[in-house]
């Protein structure tokens, strides 16, 4: 039985699976300038999906090692 993990990352790859298939059907339509500017978009839109990702990792990370350090003494005059 597949875990609720593995279903979104089936559905995950099946939708990126779908959005290739649709864009290689519009870029073989289209004229050759036309599917060289498609391609550097979408290489854009990849590219800024990586650094939210690595902004999520970051974030994560940076939790992680707040919660390893723990309580912190604080003098009281």
């Known amino acids: 039985m ?3 993990k593995d279903k979104i990352i089936e559905l995950v790859n099946s939708l990126f699976d779908i959005e290739r298939k649709v864009v290689d059907l519009v870029l073989d ?3 050759g300038d036309v599917r060289v500017h498609a391609q550097a978009a979408r290489k854009e839109q990849l590219l800024a999906l990586r650094a939210l990702l690595d902004s ?3 974030r994560i990370e940076d939790g992680e090692k707040k919660a ?3 309580p912190k003494k ?3 005059e």
């Open 29 to 31: 339509a289209v004229p």
């Open 2 to 4: 597949s875990s609720k």
């Open 56 to 58: 999520s990792i970051k």
């Open 74 to 76: 604080v003098e009281v």
């Open 68 to 70: 390893k350090k723990g």
